[in-house]
């Protein structure tokens, strides 16, 4: 009983740390929610701007007032071109031969995203700053070009990555290390290094950036501590007093278990048919068992 309940807390100590652990790689789901709005809208704005499109020519679409800043472009596609010819450059992308999406339609349409300074209001990532605006690459089917609300789909290279070129970036902080960001559908960031020439790359679609690790301790003295305490003291700390718990649970259990052997082998000594003789030496009580095993003999052979 002792030991099922013992489990079971560490397992929920466990699950708890990797809950805290996990929380801070992801966007905050109010502004995945957001983001994927977003997505959905520029999808539609974009698609108005294909009304009679000629393939492999991109139209800039309008945005409302109210994202002043925002790009959005659309560029309808037939698949096998895609697949055989790439885009040599569509924006700042370079998409090689060998892009593939899924599931098949014969005719996609690429929607291009130019954040601007909106990047970090859609895609806030605490602990870094945007030395360039967050670019988009998403696609969709371009059967209906009236359709909107759209499901994106799955992009993928498969021999070569598509190239995102940022023609300008801000100089970062010196002595900090700029990376690419990669943002999935999903809101989850993952860091790559930069290529030369400010290039980032991937084999998904998705939206990109290149950022830097942001100071904030020393730049926002009571914003960037709250952000600092919430971010690395506090999960740092719970993880240690998660971690002790477990460590003193183990020893308990250890010291327990070796109580249980020493005790076992105690009995055994006490119910083996040698007992121990007590002898006195001086006032100190000593086990003797003198006489009962072989008395030890000199060897004389080893000594010539
Ligand atoms: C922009 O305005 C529309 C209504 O015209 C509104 O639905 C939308 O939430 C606004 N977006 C932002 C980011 O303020
Ligand atoms: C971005 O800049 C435009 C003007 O160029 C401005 O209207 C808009 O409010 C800005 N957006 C943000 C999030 O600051
Ligand atoms: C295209 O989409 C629009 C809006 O969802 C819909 O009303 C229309 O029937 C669709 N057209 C075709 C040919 O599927």
Request: aromatic letters at 10%; glycine letters at 6%.
């Amino acid at each position: 009983m002792m030991r099922v309940r013992t489990n079971l807390f560490v397992l929920l100590s466990l699950a708890f740390l990797l809950c805290v652990l996990h929380s801070s790689a992801q966007l905050p789901p109010d502004a995945v929610v957001s983001a994927r709005l977003l997505d959905a809208h520029l999808q539609d704005w974009a698609f108005k701007a294909l009304s009679s499109p000629r393939t492999g020519v991109p139209y800039d679409a309008q945005v409302p007032t109210n994202l002043t800043g925002i790009k959005v472009s659309a560029v309808r596609l037939r698949s096998g071109s895609l697949r055989t010819k790439g885009v040599q450059s569509y924006k700042e992308f370079d998409i090689p031969i060998g892009v593939a999406e899924s599931p098949y339609v014969e005719r996609l349409v690429l929607v291009y995203h130019n954040l601007g300074n909106w990047s970090h209001k859609f895609y806030p990532l605490p602990g870094y700053s945007y030395l360039t605006p967050l670019l988009g690459l998403l696609a969709y089917s371009g059967t209906n070009l009236s359709a909107s609300g759209l499901p994106e789909l799955d992009l993928r290279a498969s021999h070569k990555p598509v190239l995102v070129k940022f023609p300008y970036v801000e100089p970062a902080p010196f002595g900090a290390l700029p990376k690419c960001v990669y943002f999935d559908l999903h809101g989850s960031p993952q860091f790559d290094i930069v290529l030369p020439g400010n290039v980032c790359s991937t084999m998904q679609q998705g939206h990109f950036s290149i950022v830097v690790e942001s100071n904030a301790p020393s730049q926002a003295p009571s914003d960037g501590k709250n952000k600092f305490m919430l971010k690395i003291v506090v999960p740092s700390v719970v993880g240690g007093v998660v971690l002790l718990i477990i460590l003193w649970l183990l020893l308990v259990r250890v010291r327990r278990y070796c109580e249980r052997k020493s005790i076992q082998q105690m009995e055994g000594v006490a119910h083996s048919s040698e007992t121990l003789d007590i002898t006195y030496i001086g006032d100190t009580k000593v086990p003797s068992a003198f006489g009962i095993r072989t008395s030890p003999t000199i060897e004389n052979d080893y000594f010539p």
